[in-house]
């Protein structure tokens, strides 16, 4: 039978079935089970509509648990089961081997790379894009422009990425565009200018962005963190967590200050630029912040329009600067939103595998948790590594997901 | 009205979609075939039973692997039906394990189908194929090794036929600029190391060389490699190599990887230098050579390369190949490296067993080697009717060899010898140390017990 003709029939059976599921349970609650006629007719509807919902919802609850629960419990077995040796309980032998693996530990650490860069700088442009094209004539026209890219599949990001990221060899002419920007410089001072102190300057600003927001923290920590503080004791923590990330990367920030400017540059020589550990994982990083701000843009703008303008005009009356409004107004309103982007977008980040897989598979240092799960699966055969790996993923979408549903309920009410 | 109409006219489509008939692209009687054993293929009916194929080829040789299927499907009337994937490694294992799994499945790693039959998922082949083996392949001995594999009770059995061979030793190059440039073809080792450093003084680059593949990035370099290893250790080594029972951080390995090393990572021998080595992809590397000027004289590839050539480019006088030779000074004799597809039966049925005897008629052969991009060390077969004289060229390779191994990578476990090897390789043309890469490769190869 042609393949057409099974799909047809298969939607044929499947829309009937369900149709038809709907009419006779219905029909054999009302008449055979529960008749709705006799003595206890009064007593029969009541039962029946106590049992109806059940019975509606019955095919999806089988459906989801058939589809959701059983991979989770099916998965979890299998990362502690040795399948060459016939599917032996092996305890968390497979966990040991798999923490003894540096390829995993180094998933681990670009992961957290990718947990940190991508939500922050994919919020922080489409927050920056929504505010600013609010503004203008042309605004809808950039938006849709910014927005497009959610519109391609992951892989075909990839694969325009890697266009971007191309190297020929020294004599040939580049077709990668980064490589042709490249080679525009040649170590005189607009290089100077443009590869040295914008980026310096940029990562000043940064860290004094940093610093302030420690500062912020540790004060909102010492001044209420002991007393009547309305915020839970793990709120507390979580913002002591926060603060000490933020004075990591100051840290860090401003040593590649140092760095910046101390490195020599290769001019004039063509960049592999997928071959550069570390920068690597940050070029690909870009591919999913491209993709992403698209996403963050549309809800924060949707958002910023929700803020009242009694607000903002009173603001103004208050002779409040653009940037006052902006930071002082108008994002502690959205804050919640902001929250739910963020995380919408971390999971995204923690399930990253089309980018990596396409441009580089996890070589030259960019290994991913979900790469090298798929990894481990399907190339090395090795379901009992494999299974672990996709457990620790669940393991650590798992808060986020929680916390975005009980987020985005905030929200709703 | 209008609407019956439409559905009409859609469910004529519909049918007229699944009838269509199986063209043979040779007349049967004519040509320098064996007919005969297409007649005596007939003697099996199979009338409208199902065989369904499952391999790794896609685009032409997907083409070139339905046509010789369509003789068995005219012959027996069995209803043949192949389907391609190009992560055919990954979804073989999937479809096994759901029991969905084709007839006959075509491994291009006879790893994977050692794997499978030791999960139970394959059926040994009948008995008597693996004396017919034996007796009619070049090398049978070897043959029957590559395809004989340990059951899920320990049992070793034959499960795998060898069916279209790749060679690899190859190095390819273009005539003219040779002649330009008063290169002769190196008869060993010692000269063709001689040959780089002479293009590189010429001020030439010697080399393109590209391991990029996708997903499967490095594998280029695995086939370096054991051309180096063959060239510089006995067969016994490299078999034990293959198996572990020597370290990967052996000397001897490490040696084989160095050799590489001196082609791969100088500047001056590679187009691009050394760091594009890596990022370069496999399919781009050759076109190095058709550029004017030259970006590079020589490409170290195997058998199938041509498809990636310039269109129009033929084989033979636009482009050729010589036998990457070996050590004059080692007497390790003429080692060749290759590789091939290994068919095994996935679903046990009457056609899947007719379909691996209809492999054993010449006319199987025959057929694929009329098209494009075929060896076979089958003895029966008339070399008469390969397409062009390259590839007949390319046979004598594989008949002239005094060794014949099989691409080690493919026989390691997956994850070794399509992981952290090409990884491993990567790394390496990167800059780092082959101690530290091929360490890492015996600890990823010793996580797997």
Known sequence: MHPALQGLITIIIGVGGCVGYFYFSNQFLDRILYPATGKNAGRNINRANQVRPWLFLAPALLALGLYLAYPVFATLWLSVTDRNAGGAFVGLANYRQMFDEPKFWEAVSNNMLWLIIVPAFSTAFGLLAAQLTDRIKWGNIAKSLIFMPMAISFVGAAVIWKLVYDTRPADQDQIGVLNAVWLGFDGGPMSVLILKIIPALILVIFAGFLAYSVIQIARSLLRGGFSHSATPWWGLVLRAGLALVAVWLVWVSLRSVVSLATVSLPYGEPQTWLTIPFWNSILLMVVLVWIQTGFAMVILSAALRGVPEETIEAAVIDGANPFQIFFKIKVPQIMGTIVVVWTTITIVVLKVFDIVFAMTNGQWETQVLANYMYDKLFRANDWGVGSASAMIIMLLVTPILVWNVINARKEMR | ?449
């Open chain 2, 1 to 449: 009205m209008r609407k019956l109409f439409l559905t009409g006219v859609a469910a004529t489509a519909l049918t007229l979609g699944a009838a269509q008939a199986a063209d043979l692209k040779f007349a049967p009687g004519e040509g320098n075939f064996n007919w005969d054993s297409y007649e005596a293929l007939k003697a099996t009916q199979l009338d409208g039973e199902q065989v369904t194929v499952f391999g790794p080829w896609l685009g032409p040789d997907q083409q070139n692997a339905e046509a010789v299927l369509a003789y068995f499907a005219e012959a027996t009337g069995a209803d043949v039906r192949y389907v391609g994937s190009d992560s055919f490694e990954q979804q073989v294992m999937v479809d096994a394990e759901a029991g969905s799994a084709a007839n006959v499945s075509v491994f291009p790693q006879p790893g994977l189908a050692a794997d499978m039959a030791k999960r139970g998922f394959l059926t040994p082949l009948a008995d008597g194929t693996a004396d017919w083996v034996k007796d009619n392949y070049a090398a049978g001995q070897s043959w029957v090794d590559l395809g004989t594999y340990a059951g899920p009770d320990g049992t070793k059995a034959l499960y795998g036929f060898f069916y279209k061979v790749d060679v690899k030793s190859l190095v390819w190059y273009i005539p003219e600029n040779f002649e330009d440039a008063g290169y002769e073809i190196p008869q060993s080792m010692e000269e063709l190391k001689a040959l780089t450093e002479q293009i590189a003084a010429d001020g030439g680059t010697p080399w393109c060389i590209g391991l990029g593949s996708g997903a499967a990035t490095g594998w280029p370099a695995t086939d370096w490699v054991e051309d180096m290893m063959l060239r510089t250790q006995p067969p016994e080594v490299y078999d034990k190599w293959v198996s572990n029972e020597i370290k990967f951080d052996d000397p001897a390995v490490i040696g084989a990887i160095e050799e590489f090393g001196w082609f791969a990572r100088n500047d001056k021998f590679v187009a691009g230098g050394a760091g594009t080595v890596a990022s370069t992809d496999f399919r781009d590397s050759p076109k190095g050579l058709f550029s004017s000027p030259p970006q590079c004289y020589m490409h170290h590839q195997a058998s199938f390369i041509p498809a990636f050539f310039p269109d129009g480019t033929k084989v033979g006088t636009d482009a050729d190949f010589f036998y990457m030779p070996a050590y004059a000074d080692k007497d390790l004799g003429k080692p060749v490296l290759g590789a091939g597809t290994v068919w095994g039966i996935t679903k046990d049925s009457p056609g899947a067993q007719a379909l691996i005897k209809f492999l054993q008629s010449p006319i199987a052969h025959e057929i694929w080697m009329a098209q494009k991009g075929f060896l076979t060390p089958y003895k029966a077969v008339n070399t008469d009717v390969f397409s062009d004289p390259t590839l007949k060229k390319m046979n004598d390779v594989l008949l002239g060899a005094t060794t014949f191994r099989f691409d080690g990578s493919d026989l390691m476990p997956g994850g070794v010898g399509a992981g952290s090897f090409w990884t491993g390789m990567v790394d390496y043309t990167g800059g780092k140390s082959a101690e530290e890469v091929a360490a890492t490769i015996q600890k990823s190869w010793d996580a797997l017990k």
